[in-house]
Structures are given as structure tokens and as C-alpha cells.
């Protein structure tokens, strides 16, 4: 089983930035592609990038490219999400999840966190 928490959520006008972490333990971290998602209120959970056990993988979605950055730390059990020119459509509670495979599909990714608010006051 592997615990997932994230954290770094808040307040910010639009073009600031945040970086979320997501915290792991009980599990071997290292052994997991790590993605981050999102939900906006009355929307769809949405995928936003997934990083690969290595982080020499990483693939985002378009609407994030190039405004987001996803890192880890196998060494510390952590990935990170930095997120800067944020939008106010960038509002939404982010989740952190975990699967064996490197994918886009929610559905496949095993353990989640509770998710952490962001938003973005324009």
C-alpha cells in the first residue's frame, strides 16, 4: 500500500506560480510512474502530467505545456508539480496518484492522495 499526500496548495493571482508536493510512503516509491491530475468544481477529474519511476519521461497535457513542470525525488519519496503563469481556469483541487504504468488513464493509476485546492484569482 502506498500513502500518497499532497501539499503547497493556496491563493494566487493569475500569472503567479505554486509548487505542489506529494509525499509518499509505505511502498517503494521508486517503482511508480507518478501523475498529477485535476478536478474543477462541476467538471471532469483531468489529467495533467505523469513523470516516469526515472523522471527522464514525462508527457503533459496541452493545456499545461509549458507552464508546468513535473520533478521527483525518489531519494525523498516526493514529486513536485510547479506551476507558474497560472490561469484562472487552472483552478481546481489537484491529485497526485500512483500506478505501475506510465499512463494518461486514470482509471489505471492505483493510490491516490486527498488533493490539495489551487486557485487562481484573476
Known amino acids: 500500500q502506498v500513502q500518497l499526500e499532497e501539499s503547497g496548495g493556496g491563493l494566487v493571482q493569475a500569472g503567479g506560480s505554486l509548487r505542489l508536493s506529494c509525499a509518499a510512503s509505505?511502498?517503494?516509491?521508486?517503482?511508480?510512474?507518478m501523475g498529477w491530475f485535476r478536478q474543477a468544481p462541476g467538471k471532469e477529474r483531468e489529467f495533467v502530467v505523469v513523470?516516469?519511476?526515472?523522471?527522464?519521461?514525462?508527457y503533459y497535457a496541452d493545456s499545461v505545456k509549458g507552464r508546468f513542470t513535473a520533478s521527483r525525488d525518489n531519494a525523498k519519496n516526493t514529486v513536485y508539480l510547479q506551476m507558474n503563469s497560472l490561469k484562472p481556469e487552472d483552478t481546481a483541487v489537484y491529485y497526485c496518484?500512483?500506478?505501475?504504468?506510465?499512463?494518461?488513464?486514470?482509471?489505471?493509476?492505483?493510490?491516490w492522495g486527498q488533493g490539495t485546492q489551487v486557485t487562481v484569482s484573476s
Open positions: 509505505g511502498g517503494t516509491f521508486s517503482r511508480y510512474s
Open positions: 496518484a500512483a500506478a505501475k504504468d506510465f499512463t494518461t488513464f486514470a482509471q489505471v493509476y492505483q493510490y
Open positions: 513523470i516516469n519511476w526515472s523522471a527522464d519521461s514525462t
